[in-house]
Nanobody, 126 residues
Framework: QVQLVESGGGLVQAGASLRLSCAAS????????MGWFRQAPGKEREFVAA???????YYPDSVKGRFAISRDNAKKTVYLQMNSLKPEDTAVYYC????????????????????WGQGTQVTVSS
């Protein structure tokens, strides 16, 4: 089973940047498709970014152009660079992983992932 630990959250002002990290242990990292989701108070968890095991990123329109996902297979870590943060980006951010043998597949649904981190809080003040 893959264990995931997120870090890098915090309190920032609107317009600032943050970089979240997600360190994985267990499993074969190079075969993991990774994703980031977020959940704001009173709202459902939503897809933020995904990266294939081959390194290709995908984003929903809500964050495209502001967020960037990347991975370092040597460090077994996936990153989420968040720029031009807005108050509506305030949420708990979760890292997710699943094993895949297709290096071009990405996954944007919660139920497509079987490993989750504990989450890291991101708060953006106006």
């Amino acid at each position: 089973q893959v264990q995931l630990v997120e870090s890098g959250g915090g309190l920032v002002q609107a317009g600032a940047s943050l970089r979240l990290s997600c360190a994985a242990s267990g499993g074969t990292f190079s075969r993991l498709a990774m994703g980031w989701f977020r959940q704001a108070p009173g709202k459902e968890r939503e897809f933020v970014a995904a990266i294939t095991s081959g390194g290709s990123p995908y984003y929903p329109d809500s964050v495209k152009g502001r967020f960037a996902i990347s991975r370092d297979n040597a460090k077994k870590t996936v990153y989420l660079q968040m720029n031009s943060l807005k108050p509506e980006d305030t949420a708990v951010y979760y890292c997710a992983a699943r094993t895949t043998y297709y290096n071009s597949n990405y996954y944007s649904q919660e139920n497509q992932y079987n490993s989750w981190g504990q989450g890291t809080q991101v708060t953006v003040s106006s």
